[in-house]
């Protein structure tokens, strides 16, 4: 596809999908791999099959969709059950994101948001990485205020890639510990690079 391709990812609290958000309001298509994730295991899909089949009905709702809660409670502290989801979701999370990347206009810039790049790789081809990061204490308030406390917002940070393993992969960072003002004079400095990128991609 003749488009430039950018990974965004970064840890949990980091401000990965503010920065996303941000890249679209510049003209980026955007594909969502925690809307991905969602999508895979709607009711009557394989994917809800295939959890059900490994986690019993108990990871299941009243109304036939995925108890996310109750699937969590399983798999966090279970790295051989965290380990079989990932086996059940990833590839079709793999599929389904590829084929939306596929899909967008020739010549444009596709950001695609996947937090998994240090963790889970990524099968696809791509040309470039954005990594987000920001502070601990950072990342801990921005938990706080979506209501989760601090001993879970540790250990799920905690659980996922460090710091240094995101930066192996970057070809760009992007520090967000200041305000909204701050953080949209960078990317709107980053989408400027994007687009010079761009066009040598679309260039003949």
């Given at each position: 596809?003749?488009?430039v391709?950018?990974?965004?990812?970064?840890?949990?609290?980091?401000?990965?999908?503010?920065?996303s958000?941000l890249?679209a309001?510049?003209?980026?298509?955007?594909?969502?791999?925690?809307?991905?994730?969602?999508?895979?295991?709607?009711?009557?899909?394989?994917?809800?099959?295939g959890?059900?089949?490994?986690?019993?009905?108990?990871v299941?709702?009243?109304?036939?969709?995925?108890?996310?809660?109750?699937?969590?409670?399983?798999?966090?502290?279970?790295?051989?059950?965290?380990?079989?989801?990932?086996?059940?979701?990833?590839?079709?999370?793999?599929?389904?994101?590829?084929?939306?990347?596929?899909?967008?206009?020739?010549?444009?810039?596709?950001?695609?948001?996947y937090?998994?790049?240090?963790?889970?790789g990524?099968?696809?081809?791509?040309?470039?990485?954005?990594?987000?990061?920001?502070s601990?204490?950072?990342?801990?308030?921005?938990?706080?205020?979506?209501?989760?406390?601090?001993?879970?917002?540790?250990?799920?940070?905690?659980?996922?890639?460090?710091?240094?393993?995101?930066?192996?992969?970057?070809?760009?960072?992007?520090?967000?510990?200041?305000?909204?003002?701050?953080?949209?004079?960078?990317?709107?400095?980053?989408?400027?690079?994007?687009?010079?990128r761009?066009?040598g991609?679309?260039?003949?």
């Amino acid at each position: 596809m003749n488009a430039v391709i950018v990974v965004v990812t970064g840890g949990v609290g980091s401000g990965k999908s503010t920065v996303s958000q941000l890249l679209a309001a510049h003209g980026a298509v955007v594909v969502d791999a925690d809307a991905v994730a969602r999508e895979v295991v709607e009711p009557g899909s394989a994917g809800l099959a295939g959890v059900i089949e490994r986690f019993g009905p108990a990871v299941r709702t009243a109304d036939g969709r995925l108890d996310r809660p109750a699937l969590a409670a399983i798999v966090f502290e279970d790295e051989a059950a965290r380990t079989d989801l990932n086996a059940i979701l990833h590839p079709l999370i793999f599929q389904r994101s590829q084929e939306l990347i596929d899909s967008a206009p020739v010549g444009c810039v596709v950001v695609f948001d996947y937090p998994l790049l240090a963790e889970a790789g990524w099968p696809g081809t791509y040309d470039l990485a954005v990594v987000v990061e920001a502070s601990l204490p950072t990342r801990l308030r921005r938990l706080a205020g979506r209501g989760m406390a601090e001993a879970d917002a540790r250990a799920r940070i905690a659980a996922q890639a460090t710091d240094e393993q995101r930066r192996a992969l970057a070809d760009e960072i992007v520090v967000n510990d200041g305000d909204l003002a701050a953080l949209q004079g960078d990317v709107g400095r980053l989408w400027g690079r994007l687009l010079a990128r761009s066009s040598g991609v679309a260039s003949p």
